[in-house]
C-alpha cells in the first residue's frame, strides 16, 4: 500500500493500479493478475452485495434529512447491520430479507462520535397510529445534555419505509421541536408520515443550536448530537414470503396420504 504524493490524485483503476480513498488520504495498490474465490466466498459477496445495495437505497431516502454528517465508517456499519439481518434468514436457499429480522437494527446509530444516550437522559418510544404514521414520544426532561455554548436543543423524528422487495425506500420526517438548553422541559412528541404496509425504521435525531436574533444556527460540534433508530415497527399487512420453486429432477417430498380408516367416507366433486 503506497500514499499518492501527487497533485493530481484518483481512486478507480488504471492499468494495473488501483487508487483509492481512506478518510481524507489516498492510497495506490496494485491490481492482482487473477481473483479466485471459493464457493463459500462467491456466496459471502452475493450477500454483502444484497446488504450494500439496501443501505444505499436507505442512504439516499435519507439523504438532506438528517444534520449528522454521513461518514465512511457509518456506511460500513450500516452495511454490516444489513448484512445480519439478511444471515439471519433460515428459510430460503438464497436468503432473502425478513421483516421480522429487521428489528436487529435497532440502537443502530448514525453517528459515531455520540450515542442517543449520551445526549438524551430519557428514553423515546415510537408507536404506529391508525391511520399509519408514527408518533415519537419523549418524556419529561429535567436537565439537557447538550453544549453548553448552546441555547437550544433540536428533537426531530425520521421515517424510513422500506417498501416490499426492499429494492426501494421512502423516508420523511417531522417538524422539529426546539427546546431551551437551560430549562426543563414537559413530555412532547414527533408525528411522522408513513406508510402502514412497510418496514419502518424510526430514527430520533437530536442536536445542538445558538438562536441569536430569530434565526438558529446548527452547532457543529458532533459530541453532542446524535441519530440513532429507537424502534423498527412492522407492516400491517401480512408480507407474503414465496416458497422457491424446486429445481426439475430433484428430490422432492413424498406427498402425505390419508390414513385408512373404517367408516370414513371422502366425496370427490362430479365432473360436469
Known sequence: MATQASLLKFT??????IGYRVGKKYYLRSAPEEVRQSPHSKVSS???????RLGATMRHALHGLL??????????RLNSSLL????????????????RYFRGLERFCFTTHADLGKVLAVQAAAVRNADGSIEVSVPAIRKHLANPRATHVGFR????????????????????VMLKADEPSA??????PADRNTVTCVILEVTCW???????????????MAAQIIAVLQPEAAVEVREEQVPYNSQRQPRMELPVMSGLVIHHPQRE
Do not use: W
Open 12 to 17: 478507480g483503476k488504471v492499468g494495473n493500479l
Open 84 to 99: 445480519g439481518v439478511l444471515r439471519q434468514d433460515d428459510l430460503h436457499r438464497q436468503k432473502r430479507f425478513i421483516p
Open 46 to 52: 452475493r450477500h454483502f452485495g444484497k446488504a450494500s
Open 187 to 192: 413530555a412532547f412528541s414527533l408525528t411522522v
Open 210 to 224: 445558538q438562536v441569536e436574533h430569530g434565526r438558529r444556527y446548527l452547532m457543529g460540534n458532533q459530541k453532542f
Open 157 to 176: 423524528a425520521v421515517a424510513v419505509c422500506l417498501e416490499r422487495g426492499f429494492a426501494t425506500a421512502k423516508a420523511a420526517a417531522s417538524e422539529m
Open 67 to 76: 444534520h449528522v454528517k454521513s461518514e465512511n465508517k457509518m456506511i460500513n
